[in-house]
């Protein structure tokens, strides 16, 4: 099968497509044919070298929607079933950039009903992230929630689920968003100084002027463990490293069919021109994720 990996580290020109065997899961594990996947900032951290693993091979995409094609031992699910999953893992030889992955039974959930493959391939990673980090901050109905990098994937769902939640977020994006993330949820957006906050999802990882805006006490949750800024007046510092959750990823499959969560696509490429998408993703810009289909 194909898959696209980085051997060395650089642009995205390091990236390479090559002939690998096919994978077999083994007990516990799915292993799925990839009908979509999409590709995030994360991939292009590894492309370049930012979690290490130099002189290896490691496997690119987190994201997956497919079909389930072979099933170990002990793993709930049955050829043909169509799922989503998050494959999570720094140092992995593939990921979901392939023809072929297998994927722990846990991770997996049922797709979204109705719903295209590729629009599917953006839920599992930036949705479980924004669940994960809501939770982590703690905020609740009657709490003042500043998200930042709201137009972005991991914020546009932070917002959802905000909204869905009864909790009114006020949104930090770039000049131009702010119809964009009003359709996402945001009650308000937010004034150039404005601080006071009792929470804050720093989605856009600005790190200290972000954590200024929160209130004494009050916390602050980035979204790359170890970047985040040193805790100051008393607020809760931390970070999400998002987890692989098959039961959480089925309330958020839910909750896109229901409507509450908006998969959005900004283009799509073939497998074999990973190199031209992750191109496209260091321009910048982009509103929606860009999705691979072998």
Do not use: C
């Amino acid at each position: 099968m194909r898959a696209a990996v980085v051997t060395t580290f650089g642009g995205p020109e390091a990236v390479e497509v090559v002939e690998v065997e096919v994978p077999e899961p083994g007990a516990r594990q799915v292993r799925i044919k990839v009908a979509a996947a999409a590709l995030n900032p994360v991939d292009a951290g590894l492309r370049e070298g930012v979690f290490g693993g130099a002189g290896t091979q490691i496997g690119l995409g987190w994201d997956v929607a497919g079909v389930v094609d072979a099933v170990g031992a002990e793993a709930d699910w049955s050829v043909g079933d169509e799922v989503v999953a998050l494959h999570y893992g720094m140092g992995k030889s593939l990921g979901t950039h392939a023809e072929y992955v297998v994927v722990d039974a846990d991770a997996v959930a049922k797709a979204p009903a109705g719903v295209d493959a590729v629009l599917a391939a953006t839920l599992p990673l930036n949705a479980l992230t924004a669940a994960q980090a809501l939770a982590g901050l703690g905020v609740e109905p009657g709490q003042k929630l500043l998200v930042t990098g709201a137009a972005g994937a991991v914020g546009g769902y932070a917002l959802q689920l905000a909204a869905h939640r009864g909790i009114e977020a006020t949104a930090l994006a770039r000049p131009g968003s702010e119809e964009l993330v009003r359709s996402l949820g945001a009650a308000r957006i937010a004034d150039a100084d404005e601080g006071g906050f009792d929470a804050v999802l720093d989605a856009a990882a600005l790190g200290e002027p972000a954590l200024a805006r929160v209130r004494d006490g009050g916390a602050y949750l980035g979204v790359h463990p170890g970047g985040e800024p040193a805790s100051e007046r008393g607020v809760r510092v931390a970070a999400v490293e998002v987890r692989a959750d098959g039961r959480q990823l089925a309330e958020l499959v839910d909750l896109a069919e229901k409507g509450v969560l908006t998969l959005r696509v900004a283009e799509t490429y073939a497998l074999v021109d990973a190199v031209k998408a992750h191109a496209r993703l260091a321009e910048g810009g982009v509103r929606g994720r860009l999705v691979l289909v072998p």
